[in-house]
């Protein structure tokens, strides 16, 4: 399996919790945490980096050191870079990162908290991960006509989550990934406790469950999906 996304950098021990994984995205959020990422890339033949500044790392924007960083081998992507509050400085900083996809010809990771009409405004590029997808139908069924992927994670396995699983459903399967966000979100029965890349196959689990379908069926086209957009060879 792929976790299409987690933060390896918040693990002390990388090499124990990517065990058994074919392949795992490692998200960067500012320069800091995006220079971990190449390291970490570097190390381990499963590790692929990501470069992007997040809007909760909105200061650490080395513009410089960031272009540097994207040529950095097994860079598969931008981001995470997204829209928390929706702020003008976020949606200055969503475009930058925007930009940097554009210069790169990488996809762009996104995060999206209650935003998608900004997103949706600002963001006009094709190869995109909508990760840890908590919208509703409509807004999903938009990030699909536009080509993008949806990454589920753990609060779809939430007991609140009905509304997200009806969605979980419908999302077409050539546009499916599973990521853990790890070490936030945990699903349940483990929410609460500190995520790991392993508890990817509870998500796959939970989806294979509301999907009517086989892990193994789950696991062969998420892991396809994640090759694909991210160009994993
Ligand atoms: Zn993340």
Request: contains cysteine.
């Amino acid at each position: 399996m792929i976790d299409a996304h987690c933060h390896l950098q918040e693990f002390e021990n990388p090499s124990e919790v990517i065990s058994g994984l074919e392949a795992v995205i490692c998200c960067g959020s500012g320069v800091k945490s995006s220079q971990k990422a190449v390291e970490l890339a570097s190390k381990y033949k499963e590790v692929f980096a990501t470069v992007g500044v997040h809007p909760e790392d909105i200061n650490d924007r080395d513009e410089k050191e960031l272009r540097k960083l994207l040529k950095m081998p097994k860079v598969v992507a931008v981001g995470e870079c997204g829209l928390d509050t929706g702020s003008d400085e976020e949606v200055d900083l969503f475009k930058f990162n925007i930009e940097l996809a554009k210069e790169t010809g990488l996809p762009l990771v996104v995060h999206c908290r209650n935003q998608f009409e900004k997103v949706f405004e600002a963001l006009d590029l094709d190869r995109v991960q909508m990760h840890c997808f908590t919208g509703n139908m409509e807004q999903m069924q938009e990030c699909v006509r536009r080509g993008w992927y949806i990454g589920l994670g753990g609060i779809v396995t939430f007991k609140s989550s009905h509304e997200l699983r009806e969605v979980a459903k419908e999302i077409p399967e050539d546009r499916l990934l599973i990521e853990t966000d790890a070490p936030y979100l945990a699903p349940e029965p483990v929410r609460g406790s500190r995520n790991t890349p392993q508890n990817v196959k509870i998500v796959a689990a939970k989806i294979s469950e509301v999907r009517g379908t086989s892990i193994n069926q789950i696991e062969e086209i998420t892991t396809q999906n994640a090759r694909r957009l991210f160009g994993l060879s």
